[in-house]
């Protein structure tokens, strides 16, 4: 029985048919739920196994990316995701997703206590980065990230620079092995901008909870989900994953 994952939209997000569709070519069910329906039906988020924020603006990012929508779910939403999981189900977010699952504090989520620690804000550079960039696996301990070690996905974003409250949680991320995600070269030299685009502390692009249950990351997998899509395959650039393999791995995990 293929898992089933529910993808929220609505109020500027824009990247849930590509989600969808990376799910679907995954081996799972996916369904683009808007957060008012799920928000008057809350029990149907029950049926799920796999909850997606994707990528986009909510609210125009007119207050602080991700905040509105976050709030949202937070004061309509918040037991029920919390409850979702705790049963390890997964959970994902991406770029906006990312930033809506920080201000929720469902990562890092020290102690499983949901206190945003972490945030992301403006890009070094002062502008909307959209380019693609290498990844290394920090820690492959997530369901969401078995088997991997390196990705080379696309990021489009303004705010993607991931700051810590203080350097504690920095230490603890590490620590944990909450550090999923880091920017890096194709070639090993030390990383700057544009490798990492948007100047995020020890170069990160995604962390989770203690669990691993529960990924946010900057790129965008979703958007390379066949090596067609790599911007330079018509030359024969041939990676060994795509972003396609994150969501196989949600799909495994349930097998």
């Known amino acids: 029985m293929k898992p089933k994952a529910l993808i929220l939209t609505g109020y500027g997000i824009n990247a849930e048919k590509e989600l969808k569709w990376a799910f679907d070519l995954a081996g799972a069910e996916g369904t683009i739920v808007h957060l008012e329906d799920l928000i008057e039906n809350k029990k149907m988020i029950n049926d799920y196994q796999i909850l997606g924020f994707p990528g986009g603006f909510s609210f125009g990012d007119h207050i602080a990316s991700g905040k509105v929508f976050a709030n949202l779910v937070k004061y309509n939403l918040f037991e029920e995701v919390k409850n979702f999981i705790a049963a390890d189900k997964l959970v ?18 020290f102690d499983n206590s949901y206190e945003p620690v972490v945030s992301l804000i403006d890009n070094d550079s002062g502008k909307f980065e959209d380019r693609w960039v290498y990844l290394d696996v920090e820690n492959d301990k997530s ?30 991320l590490k620590k944990n092995g909450q550090v999923a995600l880091r920017y890096t070269t194709a070639d090993g030299s030390p990383v700057e901008y544009p490798a990492n685009p948007n100047g995020s502390v020890y170069d990160i692009a995604g962390i989770t909870n203690e669990k691993g249950n529960v990924l946010g990351l900057m790129p965008h997998p979703e958007a390379y989900i066949s090596k067609e899509l790599h911007p330079r395959w018509t030359e024969g650039i041939v990676d060994e994953h795509t972003g396609l ?6 799909v495994a995990y349930f097998k």
């Open 245 to 250: 393999d994150i969501f196989k791995n949600a």
């Open 92 to 109: 994902i977010g991406i770029c906006n997703g990312f930033q809506v699952i920080t201000k929720l504090g469902l990562v890092p989520s």
């Open 143 to 172: 369901p969401w990230l078995k088997g991997l070690k390196k990705l080379y996905v696309p990021v489009r974003h303004g705010e993607g620079k991931l700051v810590a409250r203080d350097n504690d949680v920095l230490e603890r």
